[in-house]
């Protein structure tokens, strides 16, 4: 089983990119993208599960940040629009075969596979 992300880079103020998660090896219903900036923890960024098609944002991307699943590609996304310099960080990609609660969607805990991580930088 694997996860790989991709589609980060660098962009200006304002600008947008588009993540993806492709998985190889199983199907999930839940996915989850986290972040992590330098010197600080991870953190929850956005979540959606199939059934549903339930979703969950992180207060500082509402609005700005849309997931996606597409299921036949066994992929998700992460559309990143409106983009400021504090969302640079490296971006991973979680997924799990159960079908989590809105309440458990923000825990790193409840994802069993992870993928490597791709670096967004928003530079002012």
């Known amino acids: 089983v694997q996860l790989q992300a991709s589609g980060g880079g660098l962009v200006q103020a304002g600008g947008s990119l588009r993540l993806s998660c492709a998985a190889s090896?199983?199907?999930?219903?839940?996915y989850g993208w986290f972040r992590q900036a330098p010197g600080k923890e991870r953190e929850f960024v956005a979540g959606?599960?199939?059934?549903?098609?339930?979703?969950r944002y992180s207060d500082s991307v509402k609005g700005r940040f849309t997931i996606s699943r597409d299921r036949a590609n066994n992929a998700a996304f992460l559309q990143m629009n409106s983009l400021k310099p504090e969302d640079t960080a490296v971006y991973y990609c979680?997924?799990?075969?159960?079908?989590?609660?809105?309440?458990?969607?923000?825990?790193?805990?409840?994802?069993?596979?992870w993928g490597q991580g791709t670096q967004v930088t928003v530079s002012s």
């Open positions: 979680a997924a799990d075969s159960g079908g989590l609660i809105w309440s458990s969607m923000d825990r790193q805990n409840a994802y069993a596979y």
């Open positions: 090896g199983r199907t999930f219903s839940t």
């Open positions: 959606f599960r199939w059934s549903g098609s339930t979703t």
